[in-house]
């Protein structure tokens, strides 16, 4: 059974960093595509950033882009988001999730298959 565990996340002051990770089991971080995403309530999920199977390439959001630097460590099966100079508006639930597709051209998926329960990223004075 694929289970997603997200952590790291908190309460952190503007121009601070974070870093979240999410440790999977019943499947292999580099079997399939994986990504990060938030959600405001209220608001549509966003995109924050994915690596692509099989190719292993990394995609971000424009609004994160050369602020965030999503990774994995394979051998421990976990996947990091480190986020750096954050601003009020990086606020949000963050999520981890997979998707069993493959995607074409320099983007992450629209809709993504499973997904962990997410940890909450407070940016705040």
């Known amino acids: 059974q694929v289970q997603l565990v997200e952590s790291g996340g908190g309460l952190v002051q503007p121009g601070g960093s974070l870093r979240l990770s999410c440790a999977a089991t019943g499947y292999t971080l580099d079997s399939h595509v994986i990504g990060w995403i938030r959600q405001v309530p209220g608001r549509k999920r966003e995109g924050v950033a994915c690596?692509?199977?099989?190719?292993?390439?990394?995609y971000y959001a424009d609004s994160v882009k050369g602020r965030f630097n999503i990774s994995r460590d394979i051998p421990k099966n976990i996947l990091y988001l480190q986020m750096n100079s954050l601003k009020s508006e990086d606020t949000a639930v963050y999520y981890c999730?997979?998707?069993?597709?493959?995607?074409?051209?320099?983007?992450?998926?629209?809709?993504?298959?499973?997904w962990g329960k997410g940890t909450q990223v407070t940016v705040s004075s």
């Open positions: 690596i692509h199977y099989p190719a292993g390439s990394s």
């Open positions: 999730a997979t998707y069993w597709g493959t995607v074409e051209g320099e983007t992450c998926p629209a809709e993504y298959d499973h």
